[in-house]
């Protein structure tokens, strides 16, 4: 989800929230507070789910197999990170 979607939604769902606060309550004081009070709870929300994400994909992960048979492409070590450095490209001579 892209961050001016994810901003969208946050902003209407708290103008929602404060708005129904506001007509339930008739305070702009208390609004205020509970709406600020929603939007630091629904951000801890949002990092958790987040964080759950992140935690879920990486115990899925599966580390690859080295049994030799893997060839190093242009650009490549041995290992298949990517080098900068492949000796045929070299700056300043």
Not at 43 to 57: E, K, T
């Amino acid at each position: 989800m892209s961050f001016p979607l994810f901003f969208r939604g946050l902003f209407g769902v708290l103008v929602l929230f404060a708005a129904t606060t506001y007509c339930v309550k008739q305070s702009v004081w208390t609004t205020t507070i509970q709406t600020l009070t929603v939007a630091v709870l629904l951000q801890v929300g949002y990092f958790i789910g987040v964080l759950m994400i992140v935690w879920r994909s990486g115990t899925k992960a599966q580390p690859a197999e080295s049994n030799g048979d893997m060839q190093a492409s242009p650009g490549q070590g041995g290992d298949g990170i990517l080098s900068i450095h492949d000796g045929e490209h070299r700056m300043g001579g």
